[in-house]
């Protein structure tokens, strides 16, 4: 059996409307008094759309986003911040 592994690039201008996008769900979510993060997580988690909020339209901004660049981008960011 052959493995290949497959490397995933995420564009520049992709990285920052994710971030602009997560923020914005942050935002929306923070405002309805959710925690955050909490919501944030269990979303990328499960890909279960009810843990976003419908306010200010932040579920269908998040799931614009492929869930595994942005986990990719967080996991990334995290390791390498300075």
């Given amino acids: 059996m ?4 497959i490397k995933f690039t995420v564009p520049c201008d992709d990285k920052e409307n994710m ?11 923070n405002e309805k008094g959710y925690n955050p993060i909490n919501q944030i997580v269990g979303y990328l988690l499960t890909e279960d759309p009810t843990y976003i909020t419908n306010y200010q339209n932040a579920r269908s901004l998040i799931c614009k986003l492929d869930r595994d660049e942005l986990m ?3 996991v990334k960011n995290y390791l390498f911040e300075k």
């Fill in 2 to 5: 052959i493995d290949h592994t």
């Fill in 72 to 74: 990719q981008e967080l």
């Fill in 19 to 29: 971030r602009l996008i997560l923020r914005s769900v942050f935002d929306s979510l």
